[in-house]
């Protein structure tokens, strides 16, 4: 699967979900800011301070020289995003709601300045070598996730889905054949479909031949399959959720194979 690099529809996901994360945040208690989020280590605070640093690194801004923990990093893109997180620890939740406002509002401005040539250029992005227009895609995903890092732990009720959510849905489909062809090990001739219930409905069909790879269609029917909440697929994919509980209570339910199955949404975690 890939990713069509419509404009209109990508920044708009983005001015879309920042909005979203912004009008969430005005309402948010001392006692909220300081919750821990689903990211270890991290507070709601935290993920949006980091969502600043990703977008001031956009802007051309080196990473700050603070100490900062790192026991819990696993690669140097983590180490520039505790840098950055860091920096603003000492800051009031309201404090870093205002520099999200002014350096969201910067970042829609620049986007909409750039010309086609310029958006379109291919450079470094967490994903590889990609479009610039595609890196922003990512972002919506990566805005969009953290949210629900937040969201979640407050007891919040979670997005009900729209753009910014069938955006996130399309972006991990992308990875669906490493996902289930590496991370979870399908052997060879699997055919494992992934059933997305809503709020975010969708179906992820993905082949092993050789290589996984998403596909449009089966040839037959499916090996095994898994059936779950959007919501659950972008939790566990995002490594955010042990799968255990989610199995043994239904809701994620497995099909065909269930040995293949069970072992699949075991292994469903991909993002760094």
């Known amino acids: 699967m890939s990713i069509e690099l419509d404009r209109t529809r ?27 989020s689903r990211c270890p280590g991290w507070t709601v605070q935290d993920n949006m301070a980091h969502i600043i640093g990703t977008e001031h690194m956009l802007q051309g801004h080196a990473a700050p020289e603070v100490d900062f923990p790192t026991a819990h990093l696993k690669n140097p893109i983590a180490e520039g995003n505790e840098r950055w997180v860091e920096s603003m620890r000492t800051m009031s939740g309201p404090e870093v709601l205002d520099v999200f406002r002014e350096v969201s509002t910067q970042r829609l401005a620049e986007l ?15 994903i590889g070598e990609v479009p610039y227009l595609r890196f922003m895609h990512v972002r919506v995903y990566d805005s969009w996730l953290h949210l629900e890092d937040c969201r979640e732990p407050l007891g919040h009720a979670p997005s009900a889905g729209g753009l910014p959510a069938e955006m996130s849905v399309d ?24 059933n997305l219930t809503g709020p975010v409905g969708a179906t992820i069909r993905v082949a092993v031949d050789g290589r996984a790879s998403v596909v449009d269609a089966f040839d037959d029917g499916p090996t095994c399959t898994l059936s779950m909440s959007s919501h659950d697929w972008l939790a566990l994919t995002g490594g955010r959720k042990d799968p255990a509980p989610l199995i043994d209570d239904g809701r994620v339910a497995l099909g065909g194979d269930e040995a293949l199955a069970r072992q699949l949404a075991e292994r469903l975690a991909f993002t760094i």
């Open 112 to 126: 909409a300045a750039m010309s086609d040539e310029q958006i379109l250029k291919v450079g470094w992005s967490p």
């Open 171 to 194: 972006e991990v489909a992308t990875a669906a054949g490493y996902i289930i062809g590496k991370k979870g090990g399908a052997p060879d001739g699997s055919r494992v479909e992934v």
């Open 10 to 36: 990508i920044v708009g996901g983005l001015e879309q979900i920042w909005e979203e994360w912004a009008e969430w945040a005005a309402g948010l208690s001392t006692d909220n800011w300081a919750t821990p």
